[in-house]
């Protein structure tokens, strides 16, 4: 009786070792994640002045839908440091030197990590 279901259990494991890796389900629906290999952080405030922000820090950047006139980021730091930045414009650029894996989340503002941060 064994040995019967030993052999039922390995097709199984087979199948379950050779499936493709899925990314884990968001914490929010509707949220979309990716991580990129980044070097800086580049946005426009809202008075038209370009801010640069390295990433060698920067753990995670989120991006709010639902603001009409500007961008909403949220910025989180390795060090537990928190940024929010309404902007015109982002650019991220992912050439030269320093560039660090990133999370990148576009969500809903009702996804923002501030005030229960890591």
Do not use: C, W
């Amino acid at each position: 009786m064994k040995a019967s279901l030993l052999f039922l259990s390995l097709p199984i494991a087979a199948a379950l070792a050779f499936t493709p890796a899925q990314d884990p389900k968001p914490a929010v629906e509707g949220e979309v994640s990716k991580v990129l290999s980044i070097t800086e952080l580049q946005y426009v405030t809202l008075q038209g002045k370009t801010m640069n922000v390295p990433a060698r820090n920067v753990v995670e950047i989120r991006m709010f839908d639902g603001q009409n006139q500007h961008i909403r980021l949220e910025l989180l730091y390795d060090n537990g440091d928190y940024s929010l930045i309404d902007a015109q414009a982002m650019h991220l650029l992912r050439n030269g030197g320093g560039s660090r894996d990133v999370r990148l989340i576009r969500t809903e503002g009702k996804a923002m990590r501030f005030p229960s941060l890591p």
